[in-house]
Each structure stands twice: as C-alpha cells, then as structure tokens.
C-alpha cells in the first residue's frame, strides 16, 4: 500500500486551515483524514487540528485486529463524535473561538476492505481507470443539484458553493456519513479538501493518475489545482493498494 498526503495554501489565501493525518496501523492497514476548517483568526486552523489529532488518537488506542466493517465503522464514528465534543466544547469556553468548526473525511483502508467517514464537502473518490465520487456533499448546491435546482456544471460557479450544511463541531450533536466497500489490487482512494475538488475537474483527476507513476499524483493534482485558480487551501491523501 502507498499512501501519500501534501497540504497546500493555494494561490489566494494566506493562511492554511486544511490538516490532514495519515496513521498507519500495526496490521499495515491504515487511517488517513483530511480536515477543512472554518472560522474566524486562527479558530479554523485550531478545529481542523484538534479534529485530526482526536480522530487518529481515538483510533489507535481503541483499534484492534480483526475487527470486520461493522466495528470499523463504529469505531470511525465514535472517534468523529469524540472530536465533534472536543471542538465544540472549546469553542464554548473561548469566545475567540467561538462559531469554528471542520469538514472531515476519513478513511480506514486494509488489503480486505475499507471503510469512509464523513462530514461536510471534504470528499473520497476511487480512481480505478474511472473516478467515481465515494460521498456526498453536505452543502448548499449539493441540495440544489438534487432538487433538479441547479446543474453540475452550475454548482462549480455558484456564489454559494462553499457553504456547508453539516460541520463538526458547530453543535454538541452530528450525524456522521459512513460506508463501506471492498478495495482491491491496483485500485487508488483519493481524499480531498474542496480546494482541490473546486479547481479540478474529474477528467483532469483521471489524466493524473493515469499519466503519472503513484508517488507524484499528490503534487500533481494541487499544481494542477493551483495552476486553475489556487482559490482554496489544498489538502490530497492518495493510497494505491
């Protein structure tokens, strides 16, 4: 398994809010996160961090061998919420930091199957000759684009594209997506703040990986990222079985 990860300030911003983590376990499986924060000052580069740092904590010390989907699962979720009370309970005793929270998408990846946990537009896709989107925003265009209110091609311009409807943090309660399918030999995951997937197209994804060898993808897709407008923080975590 290769497991790549790069964070990027991007070409506008000048601060990075986006972490990422990427953990690998005593099995040779591995938990990857990738995290989006928002807020005033530094309140979401402080939530994006506190998130990742629970999450992979959390993990670890409760991970065992041999848990099947089902207890990864749970065990995902539970490290999720763990962070949701953590960042939200800061933020109510700090006033500086109060209204911040995170996107995060993580995944759990062994050889038998992998598992995604996520909130927000912080997103997974699998590349395998095609790029297939893993989850589904929780945002406002999002909602938009399934009420037939707007295209996808409309979604990618929209004044509101960036605001979520789902965040952690935010409130002391969070329902947390999850899935879980088979990866197999030669397949890739791709996790991806939406400053990556807000300048890049699903084409120019899949030209990347096919064109290029696993341990130059990551730099590729936030140069291309940055090259069509760098508007955003870019965060990428690749893992090719």
Do not use: W
Not at 224 to 236: L, M, S
């Amino acid at each position: 398994m290769i497991v790549k990860g790069l964070t990027d300030v991007g070409i506008k911003r000048h601060s990075n809010q986006d972490t990422f983590a990427i953990v690998t376990l005593p099995d040779s499986s591995v938990l990857a996160v990738v995290c989006d924060g928002m807020g005033g000052a530094n309140a979401g580069n402080i939530a994006s961090q506190k998130a990742a740092e629970v999450i992979t904590s959390f993990f670890e010390r409760s991970y065992r061998k041999g848990l099947d989907g089902s207890g990864i699962t749970a065990l995902l979720q539970s490290a999720i919420l763990s962070a949701n009370i953590e960042i939200f309970d800061m933020a109510s005793k700090h006033g500086e930091l109060s209204g911040m929270g995170t996107t995060v998408v993580a995944a759990y990846v062994s050889k038998e199957f992998t598992v995604i946990s996520h909130i927000g537009d912080s997103r997974a896709y699998l590349i395998d000759g095609t790029v297939t989107q893993l989850t589904r925003d929780h945002s406002v265009v999002q909602s938009l684009i399934e009420s037939g209110k707007l295209t996808h091609e409309e979604a990618r311009v929209h004044p509101r594209r960036n605001v979520i409807t789902r965040a952690l943090g935010i409130e002391a309660d969070v329902l947390v997506d999850s899935d879980e399918f088979p990866i197999k030999e030669g397949q890739s995951l791709l996790l991806c703040s939406d400053g990556l997937s807000n300048f890049i197209t699903k084409d120019e994804i899949k030209n990347i990986f096919d064109s290029l060898d696993t341990e130059n993808v990551a730099s590729a897709l936030v140069e291309k990222a940055n090259n069509n407008g760098g508007g955003d923080n870019i965060t990428v975590i690749t893992v090719t079985l």
